[in-house]
């Protein structure tokens, strides 16, 4: 019994504590008319961007507005967004489920 409660309480330890998921961003309009409100593109040649890491889509995000990735309908997209708006665009996609797609 004690080596059950041991494992237990050992398992419930190690088990992460999940945050709440971010809210839904004020500019996330302008996104999903491409990339899917939940991440799964809705044209093809848009990247679906649900699950993708935090780090990747903030830095990626940035990238497109200063132009040091040079494609001009995300630089149009991002041009007017500040780092805050960025941050929220890049914590909701990453939060998404990635889904399959439809066959």
Sequence with gaps: MRILTTAALALALSTPVLADPP???ARLGLCAA???EAGMARI?????L??????Y???ALRQYRDGRRDIPVMRAATGPLTDAELD????????????RAAP
Excluded: F, I, V
Excluded at 44 to 48: D, F, L, M, R, S
Excluded at 88 to 99: G, M, N, R, V
């Design 88 to 99: 929220q665009l890049a914590e909701w996609y990453s939060a998404q489920t990635p889904s």
């Design 34 to 36: 491409c990339h899917g």
């Design 44 to 48: 093809p040649g848009a990247p679906n």
């Design 57 to 59: 889509l903030r830095e």
């Design 23 to 25: 809210a839904k961003p």
């Design 50 to 55: 649900a699950g993708q890491k935090l780090d």
